[in-house]
Each structure stands twice: as C-alpha cells, then as structure tokens.
C-alpha cells in the first residue's frame, strides 16, 4: 500500500525530479487549462529550464518547493512516478519583505485529485513559512478555479480581484483573485 507522503525538496537528492515536476505543469495546462506559466503548445525544454531555475531558487534560500509523493517504500530517494504533487513558496529577499512569502504553482497531477494533497501540501508550505519567519502568505489564482473555493476553508482572506490578470491557455484573459493569509 502506498504511504503518502509531503517533503522538501532536495536539490541534490531530487534533482532526478526535475522532468516529473514539468510533467505535473502540462498535465495541469492542457488537463485544467490552468493559468501556469506558459501556453500551449508546451516546449518541455522550456519547462525544464524553468524547474532547473526554480530547483537553483532552492539551493540559494530564496525559495521552498513542497512535494506530495504517493511512495511504495518511503525512503530519502523519491521515484519519479510516485511524485504526485507540488507547491512552491517564494521568499522575497528585500529588506522590507523579509516577513511575507508567496505561494505558487500548487499543482496535483489529475489522477490524483480528491485525496487532500493540495491542504496537506499548503498545512506543510505553511509550517515551513513559520519556521523561516514568513508569517504572511500571498496568492493568485484563478476566478473560477477549484483553488478559488478551496483556499478560504484553510484561512486565506480574499483582498481584491483583477480582471484580465493573465491570460490562460486558450489565450483568452482571465480573472485572478488575490489571497493573504497572517500565520501565528
């Protein structure tokens, strides 16, 4: 029976990851037409070098990246197909931001949906925002999304809507909704 399981990411333990994370990314475009980067059609290079960007974003402090794995045999090397889920958090460096983080890219793959990763993985973001004196998270999403009702059930105050924030996969504009949330 698979044991899932949330972590950190290791840059140096996981970095075989790296095309599983692209793999999560254009599952969630093409699958939910989620607003995440880039558009259809998909370049994997492209995908690649924005997970190897965000992998060294971890190995110089200035950003998490959480991991859901759905794994045979936990243990410190993750296998490539138990990788079910992701969310990164961003750690602004200047002077006056040193207290906020921003969560981004919360993504499950499809077939895994329904099982509470994603709040597993954001209780987890959250915890580790504490630890790192990040007590205020920010976050967009789209209007309409499912995330759009799943994030004020763990807290989160919606602080304003932007209308034409983004423009999503059929490269029409969609609305973005903002979110904050103070940590104690």
């Given at each position: 029976?698979?044991?899932?399981?949330?972590?950190?990411?290791?840059?140096?333990?996981?970095?075989?990851?790296?095309?599983?994370?692209?793999?999560?990314?254009?599952?969630?475009?093409?699958?939910?037409?989620?607003?995440?980067?880039?558009?259809?059609?998909?370049?994997?290079?492209?995908?690649?070098?924005?997970?190897?960007?965000?992998?060294?974003?971890?190995?110089?402090?200035?950003?998490?990246?959480?991991?859901?794995?759905?794994?045979?045999?936990?243990g410190?090397?993750?296998?490539?197909?138990e990788?079910?889920?992701?969310?990164?958090?961003?750690?602004?460096?200047?002077?006056?931001?040193?207290?906020?983080?921003?969560?981004?890219?919360?993504m499950?793959?499809?077939?895994?949906?329904?099982?509470?990763?994603?709040?597993?993985?954001?209780?987890?973001?959250?915890?580790?925002?504490?630890?790192?004196?990040?007590?205020?998270?920010?976050?967009?999403?789209e209007?309409?999304?499912?995330?759009?009702?799943?994030?004020?059930?763990?807290?989160?105050?919606?602080y304003?809507?932007?209308?034409?924030?983004?423009?999503?996969?059929?490269?029409?504009?969609?609305?973005?909704?903002?979110?904050?949330?103070?940590?104690?």
């Amino acid at each position: 029976m698979p044991t899932p399981t949330v972590r950190l990411l290791s840059p140096s333990d996981d970095a075989h990851l790296l095309p599983y994370l692209a793999y999560i990314q254009a599952a969630c475009i093409y699958h939910d037409k989620m607003v995440a980067t880039f558009l259809p059609p998909l370049d994997s290079d492209k995908l690649l070098e924005y997970w190897r960007e965000m992998i060294q974003e971890v190995g110089a402090g200035t950003r998490l990246i959480i991991i859901q794995l759905d794994e045979l045999e936990p243990g410190p090397a993750a296998k490539g197909g138990e990788l079910k889920g992701v969310v990164t958090l961003r750690m602004p460096q200047t002077e006056t931001c040193t207290h906020q983080g921003h969560l981004e890219k919360l993504m499950v793959c499809p077939s895994y949906r329904r099982r509470g990763a994603a709040k597993t993985m954001i209780r987890f973001l959250e915890m580790e925002a504490v630890k790192r004196g990040r007590r205020l998270i920010m976050l967009s999403t789209e209007v309409g999304s499912p995330a759009e009702k799943m994030y004020p059930k763990l807290g989160y105050v919606e602080y304003g809507t932007v209308p034409g924030c983004s423009i999503g996969p059929s490269r029409d504009t969609v609305d973005d909704v903002f979110f904050y949330k103070q940590l104690s």
